[in-house]
T-cell receptor, first 115, second 115 residues
Framework: AQSVTQLGSHVSVSEGALVLLRCNYS??????LFWYVQYPNQGLQLLLK??????LVKGINGFEAEFKKSETSFHLTKPSAHMSDAAEYFC?????????????FGKGTLLTVNP | KAGVTQTPRYLIKTRGQQVTLSCSPI?????VSWYQQTPGQGLQFLFE???????NKGNFPGRFSGRQFSNSRSEMNVSTLELGDSALYLC??????????????FGPGTRLTVL
């Protein structure tokens, strides 16, 4: 079985500060890992994904994440927060490849950006 | 290319009624997945359809069912509604490009309120 733990249900940063959202996963097989963002009253938008290859993954809006197998982590970072980054962020895991497309999500982290 | 569309966007029902939600995937996408999002349980996988066949199923009671049509459009049905079924129901479609890159594109969701 797979699971995702997001540390911190609420993170607050100042505009221009570093954003760090933590995600740890558990998977019995090599995982595919994802970060999604959800704005109020909207669906989920993919920020970035790790499947295979380079462990540092760059996504949209200046976000990036690093897959660390030894730490079973996939933390999301952005060097400088912008007011428009305020949203809820979800880390998700699925089994790599094959036909299993079930995503298992973490509980989410609400990011607040203060002016 | 048009994104995933879901209808209706908002729905109010009473306990005991049944409801049908509709999802139209991105053109060319053959896999459709459904998720339930609630404040308490977060995002939970309901089921996934591919070529009109249910391939994966989450841990939900039999009151939750779905189907997929030959044009890949999908519906989910919830019978004998309970208060706890109040949630945002998200549909996601995937290309299934044969390389295991299971990026899922989400629709805006249907907000179901059960009174």
């Amino acid at each position: 079985a797979q699971s995702v733990t997001q540390l911190g249900s609420h993170v607050s940063v100042s505009e221009g500060a570093l954003v760090l959202l933590r995600c740890n996963y558990s998977s019995s097989v090599p995982p595919y890992l994802f970060w999604y963002v959800q704005y109020p009253n909207q669906g989920l938008q993919l920020l970035l994904k790790y499947t295979t290859g380079a462990t540092l993954v760059k996504g949209i809006n200046g976000f990036e994440a690093e897959f660390k197998k030894s730490e079973t982590s996939f933390h999301l970072t952005k060097p400088s927060a912008h007011m428009s980054d305020a949203a809820e962020y979800f880390c998700a895991v699925s089994k790599g490849g094959g036909s299993n497309y079930k995503l298992t999500f973490g509980k989410g982290t609400l990011l607040t950006v203060n002016p | 290319k048009a994104g995933v569309t879901q209808t209706p966007r908002y729905l109010i029902k009473t306990r005991g009624q049944q409801v049908t939600l509709s999802c139209s995937p991105i053109s060319g996408h053959r896999s459709v997945s459904w998720y339930q999002q609630t404040p308490g349980q977060g995002l939970q996988f309901l089921f996934e359809y591919f070529s009109e066949t249910q391939r994966n199923k989450g841990n939900f009671p039999g009151r939750f069912s779905g189907r997929q049509f030959s044009n890949s459009r999908s519906e989910m049905n919830v019978s004998t509604l309970e208060l706890g079924d109040s949630a945002l129901y998200l549909c996601a479609s995937s290309l299934l490009d044969g390389r295991g890159h299971n990026e899922q594109f989400f629709g805006p969701g249907t907000r179901l309120t059960v009174l």
